[in-house]
């Protein structure tokens, strides 16, 4: 079945620290591949996506390539600011676009 | 505009005892729904998506069940709450097709 599996975290940088999160993903097909972002207290909101092989997604000063090769989304940002503190999802759509399947959330924490 | 509604914000529950919590959207039709469930140190997990009227997927056996009455509602119920049921619960909806979703802001669920 679908799954996706990202790294555990905390993860705490100081600010302006590289930032990268891990994303690997399990799928049959063509499936299409998201970075969400939950800050506190808050519901989900999309930060990219990318709907096929070798597609880069970008949003706010965070990129990642879908990497079929390796099965993987990497998500990174040169730079982070105290306001990147959240937690980050991976996730997945089905081929059909039905269901939408989440890794376990990163935890990122920066302090200035 | 699309928006999605989702409550309570937050409640407490005796063990045994029922419950309901809706999700509705508006500005958009047909859309894809999904209950997820945010668990500590359990990610996002998605508990059940609904591609039309009466239309139900579950990904996960367990306490709970949901609706979908009408085009717009999604109803995430259950007739004995457990303590295990405790958790932050997600409301989304899609566009047909894509995996794009948006979250409602989220109900925390204390069940004691």
């Known amino acids: 079945g679908n799954s996706v599996t990202q790294m555990e975290g905390p993860v705490t940088l100081s600010e302006e620290a590289f930032l990268t999160i891990n994303c690997t993903y399990t799928?049959?097909?063509?499936?299409?591949l998201f970075w969400y972002v939950q800050y506190p207290g808050e519901g989900l909101q999309l930060l990219l996506k990318?709907?096929?092989?070798?597609d880069k997604g970008s949003n706010k000063g965070f990129e990642a390539t879908y990497r079929k090769e390796t099965t993987s989304f990497h998500l990174e940002k040169g730079s982070v600011q105290v306001s990147d503190s959240a937690v980050y999802f991976c996730?997945?759509?089905?081929?059909?676009?039905?269901?939408?399947?989440f890794g376990k959330g990163t935890t990122l924490s920066v302090s200035s | 505009s699309q928006t999605i509604h989702q409550w309570p914000a937050t409640l407490v529950q005796p063990v045994g005892s029922p419950l309901s919590l809706e999700c509705t959207v508006e500005g958009t039709s047909n859309p894809n729904l999904y209950w997820y469930r945010q668990a500590a140190g359990r990610g996002l997990q998605l508990l059940f998506y609904?591609?039309?009227?009466?239309?139900i997927s579950s990904e996960v056996p367990q306490n709970l069940s949901a609706s979908r009455p009408q085009d717009r509602q999604f109803i995430l119920s259950s007739k004995k709450l457990l303590l295990s049921d405790s958790g932050f619960y997600l409301c989304a909806w899609s566009p047909g097709g894509g995996g794009l979703a948006f979250f409602g802001q989220g109900t925390r669920l204390t069940v004691v």
């Open positions: 609904s591609v039309g009227i009466g239309q």
């Open positions: 990318a709907t096929k092989a070798d």
């Open positions: 996730a997945l759509s089905n081929q059909a676009g039905t269901a939408l399947i």
């Open positions: 799928a049959t097909g063509y499936p299409s």
